[in-house]
Every structure is written in structure tokens, then in C-alpha cells.
């Protein structure tokens, strides 16, 4: 007896999209890339045979667009290319293989058992209840504990971390992995050491926002004038009241390494206030003067040399 389904409409029929979906791509991923991957995991269902251009018209999106989306889910291992086609993955499968890869991953469970303190199963929880609703994906937990093996982070830095990310709508691994990099290089472990980096930004920030200012820029600084403005508020720790004497005796066009010979000369002769900066400047001043009234006196600017042309009548005279 054969049995056969009697509807076979596509008005009843269901795409099913897998959670990890929405935990581990949707975030990170251009929407146009999404719809892509939408519309081909619902014609998969059907051993369709589309080409690109005919996805194009479909989506109402460039044939570049269409050609980039498949390079990204096929880098993402999501879309396996053959030579008739594209094999679509489970999802599922590929967090599963990331999640009990023995090197690198722990379970969820392993984590929390073998987390260093209970402070640490601590921060890691308070992430996913505050980050991820409650329902962070199990892969996330083996990324966390391998940050923390990484970084030598402690917990407060961690749950930093996430703040900072998901406070820039950026909470996708990448852009976590950049600024933990970051950190890192800035020698950050202890939440006391984020607090002094984060000390020094603000007061690098409130320094170029005034620079900004007194010049008149309508453009924010290049890395360049970042590296110099750096150097001269961090490195030699001069105020904004320093570096504004600096900025007057510029010309009309600014050079960020005129300033920076300025300043670094005052740096090398050890001042360290606007008093022996301004005390400095006043003897340098007061020096050129005397210069000025020395030749005054000796009238080295009206002295009249001796025409020596016909050098018969100069050695007449000798």
C-alpha cells in the first residue's frame, strides 16, 4: 500500500531556520547577505537549479552584491561550493564541530566546572543574562574561556569588554576580538589598568577636541597628528595650557611637526609647567633684544665696506 501526502502546496510548507542562526550570524552578517542566504535555503528545499543572474532579478539586488554574499557564507563555512553548485550546511553541525573541536573548545558545562574561581562562572553567566537575554549560544562560552586564557583578563575586564562592544552595537566576535587585542597591547589585565587606559584616552580626547578648536579645523586629526598629540600629553605630560603657548607662535599654515620641535625642545630642557615654558620664552626674548641693541651700538647694520673695484688705486694706497 502506498501512502502519499495529499496537499503538496507551497502555501503550507515551512523553511526552518535553526536557532544558532540568530545567535551566531545574524549579527554580524549585511543584510543583503541575509536575504541571499534566505532565499537559497528555501529554494534548497527543492533541488532547484538558479543561476546568479537569475537571483539577481529575483532580489532585486546587484550581481556583485549576489556574488559577494555566496564568497561570504562559503568563508563562514555555511555554503560548501561543488562543481554543479552550492551544498548548504547545517548550521547546527558547524556549531557542533566548533564547540567539541578538542584544542580550543570546552562545553558549557566544562566551563563552568573548571573556570578558575567561582567569579569567573560569575562574569561569564552575568554575560549571558545581560548580553544575550539568557540564551547565549554554547559556542560563545567556549570563545569567552578562551579569551580570558589569552588576555589574563579578570572578570571585571571581561564583563568590560562586552559593555563596550554592545554599547557600540558591535557585539559580534570580530570586533570583540579587535578591542581585546587592543587592550592587550595596552597592557591591560586588571579592571584598575582599564581604569588609567580609559583616564588616558579621555585626557588624549579632551586635548585634541581643544587643538581642534584654537585651530580652527574642520576635520578631525589623522592618525599622524593623533601620534603627536599623544606623545606630547601622555608621553610628556603636558597640559592643554603647555601646548596652547605652542599653538601661538604657529604661522598661518599649521605643521603638527613644527609644533612637535617646539614642544619636544621645551620637553628635552625639562620643563614640566607653563611658568618655566613662559620664563623660557621671556629670556629667549629678552636675548634677541639685547642682540638687537648690541649691533645698534656697534652699527653693524650701517657699516659701509670699502669698494674694492679698481684694485690698481687699492694698491696705490698701500
Known amino acids: 500500500m502506498k501512502l502519499e501526502q495529499n496537499d503538496k502546496s507551497m502555501l503550507f510548507s515551512c523553511t526552518e531556520i535553526p536557532d544558532v542562526f540568530f ?20 529554494l534548497s528545499k527543492y533541488d532547484k537549479d538558479i543561476k546568479v543572474n537569475d537571483l539577481s532579478k529575483k ?10 554574499a555566496f564568497k561570504y557564507w562559503e568563508d563562514l563555512g555555511v555554503l560548501i561550493k561543488k562543481h554543479t553548485g552550492y ?6 553541525e558547524v556549531e557542533l564541530l566548533k564547540l567539541y573541536s578538542p584544542k580550543l573548545c570546552s562545553s558549557p558545562e566544562d566551563i563552568k ?74 597592557n591591560i589585565q586588571s579592571f584598575s589598568d582599564l581604569d588609567k587606559y580609559y583616564e ?52 598661518a599654515n ?11 625642545d621645551w620637553h628635552d630642557r625639562g620643563f614640566k609647567t607653563v611658568a618655566e615654558v613662559q620664563e623660557y620664552l621671556k629670556q629667549s626674548k629678552q636675548k634677541q633684544e639685547n642682540i638687537k641693541d648690541l649691533k645698534k651700538l656697534t652699527n653693524y647694520n650701517n657699516y659701509e665696506q670699502r669698494n674694492y673695484d679698481n684694485l690698481d688705486a687699492f694698491y696705490a694706497n698701500n
Not at 30 to 42: A, P
Not at 61 to 68: D, G, N, R
Not at 116 to 137: H, L, T, V
Not at 201 to 206: A, D, T, V, Y
Open 23 to 42: 545567535t551566531e550570524y545574524l549579527s554580524s552578517a549585511n543584510g543583503d547577505y541575509i536575504k541571499v542566504y534566505l532565499y537559497i535555503l528555501f
Open 87 to 92: 551544498s548548504i550546511v547545517n548550521l547546527q
Open 200 to 251: 588616558k584616552q579621555e585626557k588624549i580626547s579632551l586635548v585634541k577636541k581643544s587643538i581642534i578648536k584654537k585651530l580652527g579645523l574642520n576635520r578631525n586629526l589623522t592618525v599622524y597628528e593623533d601620534a603627536y598629540v599623544e606623545k606630547w600629553a601622555i608621553d610628556f605630560g603636558y597640559s592643554m595650557d603647555v601646548i596652547e603657548i605652542a599653538l601661538r607662535k604657529t604661522k
Open 113 to 186: 566546572k573548571n573556570a578558575k574561581n567561582q567569579y569567573r562562572a560569575k562574569a561569564i553567566e552575568n554575560i549571558n543574562n545581560q548580553f544575550f537575554q539568557g540564551i547565549m549560544s554554547p559556542s560563545w562560552y567556549s570563545d569567552i574561556d578562551m579569551w580570558f586564557k589569552k588576555y589574563n583578563f579578570d572578570e571585571q575586564v571581561m564583563l568590560a569588554l562586552f559593555n563596550y562592544c554592545f554599547d557600540r552595537s558591535a557585539l559580534h566576535r570580530n570586533y570583540i576580538q579587535v578591542v581585546a587585542d587592543s587592550w592587550y597591547k595596552n
Open 59 to 68: 532580489l532585486a539586488l546587484p550581481f556583485k552584491t549576489i556574488q559577494e
Open 254 to 264: 599649521i605643521s603638527f611637526e613644527y609644533l612637535d620641535k617646539i614642544i619636544t
